[in-house]
């Protein structure tokens, strides 16, 4: 009976055959693989047109340094370029106070109202010379996934919250691109209040004054920390978003009459050197301003947020304070995209010729190390010498300068 097994070299040859194949599948799907810089983002049809909003719609005021060096308060009338005029509050009657609701609380602005402000004092500075129009704490509550198709973009199921650490910083400014980080961008319409919130009708109660922010992100940070099946989970946000120059912010705080048809209608993009990046209007976001303060109040109690190997509450006093920022979240456009199938071979390869299960890093920490260094030779995160700005329609705009 002829043997029908395959002779040793013929089994050679074929598995020789099947190594090549298997190889050159490999190596097609590795040098097919897409490489996006950046995420897509959808954009109106009409250029933004910024202005200041109309007096019987919102008070628009900006924060300026007296001689003394206190904080004043002026009423803002109109702009051109980079210049703005109005009226110091303190012309109409505001107390010497460096709180900007005070100011607008004590400021008779019946005159400015009845048509005569041409007739009253006004003063003139540059946006350069305003101060920022976030308060003055450190700790403020940031969002995640709040606008639908970032939260597409992120494979996020819900709005989360999370500790933000860092001072405001002026409308122009600058943010450090240290070496080896991969620094992103975002845009946000942010809210502070005249009185502490404890409860949602504390919210309902408060003066509201509405400002642009940005809010830069460490993708290093939050690709190492943050658990991506649980976003959540609050790690990895208060690291990656935290930063002494990391939450520059507009140069007008405004007051509406009503703020949500004024949030709704707000307008706001991003353009990296002139390149559009993000355009979306406040009524894309999921929670509005009221709900995102009443999710912030339930979930006080835990100090579950990781920062700086140390767990923290979401605010320290389990209220909303005063010298507390309520921001947005972001809409599509920022940079960050998850690992390509290219860089997923890679890890792969990598694990495998370190030894796989023998290794000493994990798959999950070799694809993490893989996929930051692919990013950081893509050189298509934010580099020194990059000017982001951020515009919208009344709440001015932002110019960061990227420096190392």
């Keep these: 009976m002829p043997n029908d097994r395959p002779s040793a070299p013929r089994l050679a040859r074929w598995l020789a055959a099947a190594v090549v194949v298997l190889g050159g599948g490999v190596f097609a799907a590795w040098a097919t693989s897409p490489d996006p810089k950046f995420n897509p983002a959808s954009f109106e049809s009409e250029p933004l047109v910024p202005g200041i909003a109309p007096l019987d719609e919102a008070v628009t005021l900006a924060l300026f340094p007296r001689a003394d060096g206190r904080t004043g308060t002026m009423l803002v009338l109109d702009r051109s370029g980079e210049r703005i005029t109005g009226i110091d ?28 402000a041409a007739r009253l004092a006004q003063i003139t500075m540059q946006i350069a010379e305003l101060l920022p129009a976030g308060p003055a704490g450190t700790q403020h509550i940031g969002t995640g996934t709040n606008f639908p198709e970032h939260a597409a973009e992120a494979n996020s199921t819900a709005v989360f919250q999370f500790p933000k650490f860092g001072p405001a910083t002026p409308a122009r400014t600058q943010v450090r691109a240290d070496e080896g980080i991969l620094l992103d961008y975002e845009v946000e319409i942010c809210v502070r209040f005249d009185r502490p919130l404890r409860s949602p009708e504390d919210f309902d109660a408060a003066t509201k004054g509405f400002f642009l922010c940005g809010d830069f992100t460490n993708r290093n940070a939050l690709i190492n920390l943050a658990d991506p099946d649980n976003l959540d989970s609050g790690k990895g946000f208060s690291d990656a978003k935290s930063g002494p120059d990391f939450f520059p912010t507009g140069p007008f705080l405004v007051v509406p009459r009503d703020w949500r048809s004024f949030v709704a209608a707000q307008r706001m993009t991003t353009a990296v050197n002139g390149s559009p990046r993000q355009d979306a209007r406040g009524s894309e976001m999921t929670l509005d301003f009221r709900a995102l303060a009443a999710k912030a109040l339930a979930d006080m109690e835990t100090p579950r947020f990781l920062y700086r190997d140390a767990y923290t509450r979401l605010m320290p006093d389990r209220a909303i304070p005063t010298s507390a920022t309520l921001m947005s979240g972001t809409s599509e456009g920022t940079i960050f995209t998850p690992p390509t199938r290219a860089d997923l071979i890679e890890a792969a390869v990598a694990y495998a010729l370190a030894g796989g299960p023998l290794a000493r890093e994990s798959l999950l920490d070799v694809a993490r190390r893989t996929f930051i260094a692919n990013e950081r030779a893509g050189g298509h995160y934010l580099q020194p010498g990059d000017v982001v700005r951020h515009g919208s329609s009344a709440l001015g705009d932002i110019e960061v300068l990227v420096i190392r």
């Design 89 to 116: 509050l303190a012309e109409l009657g505001a107390g010497p106070t460096e709180d900007p609701f005070a100011a607008l609380a004590g400021a008779d602005l019946s005159q400015v109202l009845a048509g005569n």
